[in-house]
């Protein structure tokens, strides 16, 4: 049963318009929290957004005998990890389902503890994404992985971890990080062929780098790591979260709006706003962020296939998908990332949008998912007008997706599940009464 706390009442039909301002990536900050495990000593994180995910890895730290402040106003973190514990397994256990970070505590752990325990994960239901990779990335590396807990997985290192030769056969953010965070105290050389090369995993290298890491990133996605004895602590502001800006940005061409997006960044971006030139949508880069907004007349129906950066983000999809329901037009998205990112469009469809879901490729991009029975790619036809319907939040990226929606949708809208959307979008209630929106 959904808490009434935990249900948005939208009334929608109304252009979004004002400025609201994005804070570090959600898809970097909790990494770079860990990263602190790796140094006894302090580090300090700028830039940092009041998210629910800031929240549990800070408890997660604590847990782990870090000390932790979290000042939310100025969005600075600071963490000082010269005593690092191991806690007992049911401590860990209250976390477990709440973030799937833990997985990333393996490599520091081993490092400071020579042991480390990881609870059952937990994380957005989008699609298959196992820790195969993370574990395997490990056990190369010279950890012993015990899965036979049935709480979770106990992984040691009885003669440290010493550098190899490793290969994604899928450039996977989360093994890229793990080998990152493991491999640079690690003896020896470490080289990582195929890896993610994302914008967070580059933050991520520049602030191991500051802490003493020797790292180098080739053209070809090979990542060079050669281990050091010794790490210190670091202070970094965190790149700012494309993401949440992309989000914000589809909403103001889904309800005809006009929104200023402050702290966001073109260069993350710019496969994003190249779309978003297509479709219609005006922007104007700024030093202070993007201004985002709908310039009158019909928006134009796209084809996107996502794909790992430098190509168009999965994340991005979801929020523009609600724009494009508004585009007069065919319009096509080919997911290649995750086999299960559509279900978001179910309640769409109910609010008027036509959508078909298909499990061919629509689209040139090697797939994992051909020939599989993934309904991975959408035919959009617009425009279509919403109507506010009840929404049961889905996922972080999908429930975003609903709000906006329910915003451009004429007449009232329930949300429920809400508090999935705070893991991600800082303050979201307060940047939408900030741009007009109607909801209580």
Known sequence: MTRED????????????????????????????????????????????????????????????????????????????????MPAVSDVETLSGSSRIPILFSGPLLHRLGEAFIPTLGGCRIGDRP??????????????????????????APDGLRGTKIHLPYPSVGATEQTLLAAVLAEGKTELSGAAIEP???????????????????????????????LKGYTHTALTDRI??????????????????????????MTFLNVYRKIGGEFDVTDRGIRFWHPGGDLKPVAIETDVHPGFMTDWQQPLVVALTQAKGLSIVHETVYENRFGFTEPLVKMGATIQLYRECL????????????????????????????????????????LIAALTAQGESNVRGISLIDRGYADFRGKLQALGAHFD
Request: aromatic share 4%.
């Open 244 to 269: 949440e800006a992309a989000s914000w940005a589809a909403a103001a061409l889904a309800t005809h709006g006009d929104i200023f997006v402050k702290g966001a960044t073109q260069p993350e971006m």
């Open 363 to 402: 689209g040139s991009l090697p797939c994992r998912f051909e020939q599989k029975n993934f309904e991975h790619s959408a035919v959009i036809f617009g425009q279509t007008p919403l109507e506010g319907r009840d929404i049961d939040v889905p996922d972080l990226r999908g429930g975003f997706s609903h």
């Open 6 to 85: 935990d249900v948005l009442h939208v009334v929608g039909g109304k252009p979004l318009g004002g400025e609201i301002k994005v804070r570090g990536a959600k898809n970097l900050v909790s990494k770079a929290m860990v990263a602190a495990l790796l140094a006894p000593g302090t580090s300090v994180l700028k830039n940092v957004p009041e998210i629910r995910d800031v929240q549990v890895v800070s408890d997660l730290l604590r847990l782990h005998g870090v000390s932790v402040d979290v000042n939310g106003q100025t969005g600075v973190v600071t963490m000082d990890a010269s005593r690092v514990e």
């Open 200 to 230: 967070e995993i580059m933050d991520l290298i520049a602030i191991l780098q500051k802490m003493g890491a020797i790292i180098s990133v080739d053209v070809d996605r090979t990542i060079r790591v050669e281990g050091v004895t010794e």
């Open 131 to 156: 820790i195969d990779y993370h574990l395997e990335t490990l056990r190369k590396l010279g950890a012993v992985v015990d899965k036979e807990h049935e709480d979770g997985i106990h992984i040691t």
